[in-house]
């Protein structure tokens, strides 16, 4: 019973950890200031401000329709929701246990619990838990002896019958050999013919008997091991619990109070990094709904094409007029051939003229045109195009448009500053509250330190209680030792040449059986008694899934006197699953954590971020001087370049030369003049060092023009269509700015707001999650549990178990084996064996396998009125 109260005073304990739990919060409740009132208070005013911000948007659409506001989206609500989407995530500090319990590291699920099987038994002999209303009853002294010792009989029937049973098996070696004693033999009584066979089984339950000699040393020795560590868990159980404790309390206090330090700091940060968290995304809002910053980067991406653009016009020209001096010079030089090649023509002979009437000299001229090329404004007005007025008026639209956050930060100033006090004077608030969690640890210190005064007096009394009990286990093997020494004594003179010794050894040995069975049964019922009452009012309570004894047991005015608060089978899967203690103990009633942390009820809080606001005024950035510009730049964009390219890409001369140079050494070598011949040849002469010399130069300068007024063409139409968008996109850019930049600054102030509030928003998920998952966790009081289950269930009661079934077994052994050892010593039954008695073992048929033994065969023994 000393065991079953220092059990129960452990789970009273582990009970007083939630318990303790809810006098903390009886401490915090008188001084938090959050009402239901003001919590209905604040639903109706977010629901005005909503309905506010609704209205907002109405009002802000309509407005758009009604001006026509040429962009290419509007705002939408979901822009908080994109902000707070992108808000940083804060890295709070892990909540780390100190894991200085030690009850796992006993290790005591490693030992080997053979008999563990044997707990089965006893839902047979006690099929019946007891009643809790009895126990509550006994426990609370509401119960009369007498009573009680009524109610248990109804409880333990099946076990008074298996005692009964037991006194029964007990008297049947005594009654069977006082049967064979007193009987007397008749005169045709004729020994056991097959001694061997009796001798065999002999053998075969002196090896089981030996067995269980060694299993009773065993689970002896076992049980008083699991015994001495009675004291260790009991004290390591109760450490564990007063460290679970102060653990616990620490934990809470620092997941709210440090994970409160990083977002404040967060806050604070981003209060100091107003420029970039404030004025930048005011710049990124009218990004995201104008595109400035995009009109702004094609704007200088405009200057830097502009002015490449300017360049290949200018390469354009030059290389026009080289090809107008190439073209000159080719034409004159054509001219002198044409001219030599007429007069040669007219200076052919009667007989030749009808070959020389083929040359036609005259389509022998220049074709290629490009002064229309080198005369063209718009291809001019390209070249002189300059790189450093549109990206002068550029640099001063995006200065404009860049000092926007230093602007908000001088104007929220004071704001910020009022936000900074009140995160300070917010923080105090909190840190006093969470001081107040560590008082509660008195009681329970209290209740420990009355623990381990009755552990310290009962355990004393478990010991010597245990002392007694193995003196006992080791009288028990003391007692069957002597009779398997002579039962191993027969049959080793059995066996060998001392024939005459085995009948004296066995009736000893029978003798001896009759008292020592006796003990055994009853050693069997008190070690059956002992087991079967530490699995009922222990092991099953302990391994109850509900956990109804205990519960009712622990809620009875001797220990808490009042109902828990969370049921045991609840806490302990929890436990098992070690999870969090918030959630195991349901500190959610009592904590109300969800009020300690709603930052919204924070009324100077939610004032002070009221007062920052944004104001954007005055933002240019279409200037006339940078639409004037752009003007300018879009009619330099509209030449005609096709009409140039097709009238380029035509042939440089009338007529092929090389072709024309041919025809006249073919006519040359048919002439009968040889002068004109000769002169023919020599103007074909010419005319191919012209075209090498003079039209292939032309025509790659003619492919290079066209290749570079083709090129030109195609990056030409890009840029007008640039222009025209950049004009077009600036308009409307500054058309927005005009009629909404003011409004869109306010909703980003409102969302910075909001980014300060989700950092409290992840403060407060934090602390409730952490709560609910991380932060201690109660593993440890599961391990306390089921170190206790396995001391007394496994350490215990298993090797309880395996020596009272080894008593059993060795009391069944010695049911059968006394009987077989009688029989057995009546083959012996003559004081000595004679010679002449050898005759009838011979006798028996013998084969060529048979083996003759040496010793005198059995015979049938004479009629006698002898007992023994």
């Not at 009853?137 to 333990?156: D, G």
């Not at 008749?186 to 053998?203: I, M, Q």
């Not at 103990?585 to 969800?594: I, K, N, P, V």
């Amino acid at each position: 019973m000393a065991v079953i109260h220092e059990i129960l005073l452990i789970i009273v304990a582990i009970s007083n950890v939630q318990t303790q739990d809810d006098s903390t919060v009886e401490i915090d409740n008188p001084e938090d200031n959050c009402t239901t009132d003001s919590i209905v208070i604040l639903n109706v005013s977010s629901e005005n401000q909503r309905g506010q911000l609704d209205a907002m948007m109405d009002v802000l659409v309509e407005d758009a329709t009604k001006n026509g506001t040429n962009v290419s989206h509007f705002w939408t609500p979901s822009i908080a929701k994109d902000w707070e989407e992108q808000a940083p995530k804060l890295n709070f500090p892990k909540t780390i246990s100190e894991e200085r319990f030690k009850m796992a590291t006993l290790h005591l699920d490693q030992a080997p619990f053979v008999f563990d099987f044997l707990r089965n038994v006893f839902f047979l002999i006690h099929p019946y838990d007891i009643p809790i209303g009895l126990l509550i009853e006994a426990i609370e002294n509401r119960i009369t002896t007498s009573k009680l010792i009524s109610e248990s009989m109804h409880i333990e029937a099946i076990f008074l019958a298996t005692v009964g049973v037991c006194c029964i098996m007990a008297c049947i070696v005594p009654g069977t050999e006082l049967w064979f004693a007193c009987r007397p033999i008749r005169e045709d009584y004729k020994p056991c013919r097959h001694p061997e066979v009796l001798a065999f089984l002999l053998a075969a339950f002196v090896f089981v008997l030996g067995s269980c000699m060694v299993t009773m040393m065993v689970c002896n020795e076992a049980a008083r091991a699991g015994i001495e560590k009675l004291p260790i868990v009991v004290e390591t159980a109760l450490q564990d619990l007063d460290d679970y404790h102060q653990d616990t309390t620490t934990q809470l206090r620092k997941c709210l109070t440090r994970s409160l330090d990083v977002a404040s700091e967060a806050i604070l940060a981003d209060l100091d990094n107003v420029e970039e968290l404030l004025g930048k995304p005011v710049q990124a809002e009218l990004s995201v709904e104008t595109g400035l910053d995009v009109a702004l980067d094609a704007l200088m991406d405009l200057a830097n094409a502009s002015q490449e653009l300017s360049s290949r016009a200018e390469s354009l020209l030059k290389e026009g007029e080289r090809a107008r001096d190439l073209g000159t010079q080719l034409n004159r030089e054509t001219d002198v051939i044409r001219r030599d090649l007429e007069s040669a023509v007219r200076t052919c002979s009667v007989q030749d003229r009808p070959l020389c009437s083929v040359i036609d000299p005259s389509g022998l001229r220049l074709t290629l045109r490009i002064e229309q090329l080198l005369r063209d404004d718009r291809i001019l007005r390209l070249r002189g195009s300059s790189k450093e007025n549109l990206t002068e008026v550029g640099r001063q639209a995006r200065g404009e448009y860049l000092y926007v956050p230093h602007y908000i930060a001088r104007s929220t100033l004071d704001a910020r500053n009022q936000i900074r006090r009140e995160i300070s004077s917010a923080r105090a608030r909190i840190f006093q509250k969470t001081r107040n969690m560590e008082a509660s640890s008195t009681e329970l210190s209290k209740q420990l330190k009355s623990a381990r005064n009755i552990a310290d007096y009962a355990i004393p009394y478990v010991i010597a209680f245990e002392q007694i009990r193995w003196l006992v286990g080791l009288g028990t093997f003391l007692c069957i030792l002597p009779i398997w020494l002579l039962l191993l004594g027969a049959l080793r003179c059995h066996c060998g040449s001392s024939e005459g010794k085995v009948r004296p050894t066995l009736l000893c040995t029978v003798f001896t059986s009759c008292f020592i069975s006796i003990a055994l049964w009853a050693i069997f019922v008190a070690g059956l008694a002992l087991s079967g009452h530490i699995e009922m009012l222990l092991c099953r309570p302990l391994y109850d899934p509900e956990y109804r004894t205990l519960e009712a047991v622990l809620e009875t005015r001797t220990f808490l006197g009042k109902r828990l608060s969370v049921s045991l089978k609840d806490m302990f899967e929890k436990c098992e699953k070690n999870e969090a203690a918030y959630p195991a103990f349901r500190l959610d009633r009592t904590m109300q954590l969800e009020q300690l942390t709603e930052h919204w009820m924070w009324t100077d809080m939610s004032k002070a971020k009221s007062k920052l606001k944004v104001d954007l005024k005055g933002l240019k950035i279409l200037t006339p001087t940078l639409q004037q510009r752009l003007q300018n730049l879009l009619y330099a964009c509209g030449p005609n370049l096709t009409e140039h390219r097709i009238m380029i890409q035509g042939p440089i001369l009338s007529k092929d030369p090389n072709a024309l140079s041919d025809q006249l050494d073919s006519i040359a070598r048919q002439l009968s003049d040889r002068s004109v011949a000769r002169d023919l040849q020599i103007i074909g002469s010419n005319m191919r060092d012209l075209t090498s010399q003079r039209v292939k130069p032309l025509m790659k300068l003619q492919d290079n023009l066209v290749y570079q007024i083709a090129i030109l063409e195609l990056q030409l139409l890009p840029l007008m269509r640039q222009v025209n968008q950049s004009i077009s996109h600036l308009k409307t850019i500054q058309y927005y700015i005009d009629n909404q930049g003011d409004k869109i600054a306010q909703l980003k102030g409102k969302a910075f707001i909001n980014r300060l509030n989700n950092y409290l928003d992840q403060w407060r998920t934090h602390v409730i999650s952490e709560m609910d998952s991380g932060v201690s966790k109660c593993r440890p009081l599961w391990e306390i549990l089921k170190g206790m289950r396995l001391l007394l269930c496994n350490h215990i009661l298993g090797p309880l178990n395996g020596f009272w079934f080894a008593t059993l077994i060795s009391a069944l052994i010695m049911m059968v084996s006394t009987p077989i050892a009688h029989i057995l010593s009546l083959v012996y039954r003559r004081p000595s064996f004679s010679k002449k008695d050898t005759s009838l073992l011979s006798m028996r048929s013998e084969s060529p396998e048979t083996v003759v033994m040496d010793r005198a065969t059995w015979q049938s023994p004479e009629t006698s009125q002898e007992g023994w």
